[in-house]
């Protein structure tokens, strides 16, 4: 049974810091690339930092270039996200997805996902 449980999801202020863990089970994690999407109220689903199979290459999206980084660890199966100078725009829920293989050299769509976690919130006010 295939399973991304995410956590470290909260109440941040502005210029505050989160980071977010994904532990993956039930299938071979390093044969998947594995990232993070998020939805805020009333927008479409989109992609924020994606990492290749062996971790050599990430991808995010251009809002959030500087501030996040994504890294893996294959011996645990698990994915993070040390958000930094978080905003009030990066409110919404965040997912974990993956997919397999390593041809994707880009984040990918939503529609491009294998698997996907339940999601954790994360609100930045102050």
């Known amino acids: 049974q295939v399973q991304l449980v995410e956590s470290g999801g909260g109440l941040v202020q502005p210029g505050g810091s989160l980071r977010l863990s994904c532990a993956a089970s039930g299938f071979t994690f390093n044969y998947y690339g594995i990232g993070w999407f998020r939805q805020a109220p009333g927008k479409e689903r989109e992609g924020v930092s994606w990492?290749?199979?062996?971790?050599?290459?990430?991808y995010s999206a251009n809002s959030v270039k500087g501030r996040f980084t994504i890294s893996r660890d294959n011996a645990k199966n698990t994915v993070y996200l040390q958000m930094n100078s978080l905003q009030p725009e990066d409110t919404a829920v965040y997912y974990c997805?993956?997919?397999?293989?390593?041809?994707?050299?880009?984040?990918?769509?939503?529609?491009?996902?294998?698997?996907w976690g339940q999601g954790t919130q994360v609100t930045v006010s102050s």
């Open positions: 997805a993956a997919r397999i293989g390593g041809r994707l050299f880009r984040l990918p769509k939503s529609a491009e996902v294998n698997y």
């Open positions: 990492i290749r199979p062996s971790g050599g290459s990430t």
